[in-house]
């Protein structure tokens, strides 16, 4: 459905509001609009050259607006991408006559929008930072004439990168570095892969812990099965360790996923998993026989995408001991999002996870709280993910969203300044064409004392919120009196700058429309905001006060 403020920054019009109708309109009431309108903007109603050429422009509008809505395939198009959508070409939009400064500014955007995304797709990084923070002896004994510690027990980081060589071959690319208690490791992998009929190919060597060097593939064996194996040697000083792993996934319905995967070598295991997932949630099984350790676990997650948030809770037992997590992942932009979990568990204790994800890029910080289950740092696990959430939305989220608001309004300004000239030219000759419809109309409501719009005026309120700033207001008495048909106005749910006789004095600020009237000779005052409907009089009203007075 097309908004009255677009948001890659170029206005677009509200054809329902050109022709001042409901989004549900009907086919009759999109006639009756627009006979109203073409009688008032139609070429031949006008004599003199000036107002016939601003009648052409107008009733142009008008006869555009009614094409769109009459006809139900493009109307469903209209409906759903706006009036680019009306535009479209195969899969490329033709868009509007632009000045040179303005080609220049889209090519520009454009083009550096290719390039980062030809950037993504030749590297498609990925990386993790997990950072482990030991704060255990905050809920633990320790002396009084001590601070407890809070110490970085460990750090890993990992990135891999791929770069395409043809449609088929690419090279990977990946290290990673770990660091615990003053010691630290690390290994470098460069992977070669080629594309099958099928299935892929790929052969890596490595260095780290000794020299590596493995060959791994994948192969699709049905529309429902697939199968993944490989194997490494790891050639250390004294010895070489070799290992093998293989998974045999099988598609078990629409939803539901199933793979076996065996892994031998220096940590042998079988492990068994199922995959359930759809719109409103997910739940994924799993039981591991192996070294040192045989557990099953159990993980659910609620989605909940209205609110752009994932509730989860997840169980592990075994012969480790037992472990409960439970947690919720928000989405904070387009390409990121943050997730808090809470894990309580034997032998280990109490553990509070942040995760900051963005776009491939993750970063880990495990918080250990408590070698042991203490109620109190269960409770403050909990509640400490809600504290630092609110504070960082109200304290940096919500400022930084503001200043790009801020932003965004300047540029959509800037770059529709010639756009929103024209259309101010536009209202002042809508306004003209609509004199005599007005004198009309205002001479049948006098004679039945029904609704008279003695003054109307559309802008941004000054700071006290009483007057109308100066500049960003003008009046609109002629344009909403010619609204009213048969004693009664109706406005709809949207931008009332894409009335005819509108315009918007001030993009991306709040905007109200004042309406003095009289109906059956009971003055009343109005103030309606910009999106908000309206009735006059009230329905079921014939002269009592509005609830907007």
Not at 74 to 81: C, G
Not at 338 to 367: C, D, E, H, M, W
Not at 373 to 386: E, N
Request: charged content about 25%.
């Amino acid at each position: 459905m097309p908004s009255d403020n677009e948001s890659d920054g170029e206005l677009e019009e509200n054809y329902y509001t050109f022709l001042n109708l409901p989004r549900d309109a009907t086919a009759d009431q999109i006639n009756t609009s627009y006979r109203k309108q073409s009688r008032i903007y139609h070429p031949d109603k006008h004599l003199d050259a000036e107002s016939k050429k601003k009648a052409e422009i107008m009733f142009n509008r008008t006869k555009r607006a009614y094409e769109v809505l009459s006809d139900p395939h493009q109307r469903a198009i209209y409906d759903s991408v706006g009036v680019k959508g009306l535009k479209t070409e195969g899969w490329e939009i033709v868009h509007r006559t632009r000045t040179p400064a303005e080609i220049r500014e889209e090519y520009e955007r454009l083009a550096q929008a290719a390039a980062e995304r030809r950037l993504q797709q030749r590297t498609n990084p990925r990386g993790n930072i997990t950072i482990n923070v030991n704060a255990t002896e905050i809920f633990a004994p320790y002396d009084d004439t001590e601070m407890p510690r809070v110490e970085i027990g460990s750090m890993s980081i990992a990135q891999s990168i791929e770069a395409p060589i043809t449609r088929k071959d690419m090279i990977v690319m990946s290290g990673n570095l770990y660091s615990s208690n003053g010691t630290g490791s690390g290994g470098f992998v460069v992977a070669g892969r080629r594309l099958l009929n099928k299935g892929w190919l790929e052969l890596c060597a490595g260095a780290g812990n000794g020299f590596l060097l493995g060959l791994k593939g994948g192969r699709t064996l049905t529309s429902k099965l697939t199968v993944n194996g490989g194997t490494n040697l790891n050639f250390r000083e004294h010895a070489v360790i070799p290992a093998l792993f293989s998974t045999l996934a099988v598609q078990l319905d629409k939803h539901t996923m199933g793979s076996l995967t065996l892994n031998a070598g220096p940590q042998s295991s079988m492990t068994t998993q199922i995959d359930h997932s759809n719109d409103q949630y997910s739940l994924s099984s799993s039981f591991v026989i192996g070294t040192p350790h045989i557990y099953f676990s159990l993980a659910y997650t609620r989605k909940m995408m209205e609110n752009e948030l994932k509730l989860k809770l997840a169980a592990k037992v075994g012969t480790f001991g037992f472990m409960g997590e439970y947690g919720v992942e928000k989405k904070v932009s387009k390409y990121s999002s943050v997730v808090a979990t809470v894990s309580v568990g034997v032998p280990s204790g109490v553990i509070l996870k942040f995760k900051i994800v963005r776009s491939n890029q993750s970063y880990v910080f495990p918080i250990h709280l408590s070698e042991e289950i203490v109620p109190a740092a269960v409770f403050y696990a909990s509640i400490t993910p809600v504290i630092a959430w609110f504070f960082i939305k109200k304290s940096i989220m919500e400022p930084m969203e503001a200043e790009r608001k801020s932003i965004e309004v300047e540029r959509t300004k800037k770059q529709n300044e010639q756009r929103l000239a024209a259309k101010k030219l536009e209202a002042s000759a809508a306004t003209h064409l609509m004199q005599r419809t007005f004198n009309r109309i205002l001479n049948e409501e006098m004679l039945k004392h029904g609704l008279i719009i003695t003054r109307a005026t559309y802008g941004c309120l000054s700071e006290s919120g009483n007057n109308f700033q100066a500049g960003l207001s003008y009046d609109v008495t002629i344009p909403i009196q010619c609204l009213v048909k048969d004693g009664t106005l109706q406005l709809y749910e949207s931008s009332k700058c894409d009335l005819p006789g509108f315009y918007d004095p001030s993009i991306g600020d709040d905007k109200i429309l004042r309406i003095e009237y009289t109906f059956n000779d009971q003055f009343k005052i109005v103030n309606l905001k910009d999106n908000e409907a309206l009735r006059l009089p009230p329905a079921g009203n014939s002269g009592g006060s509005s609830p907007n007075n």
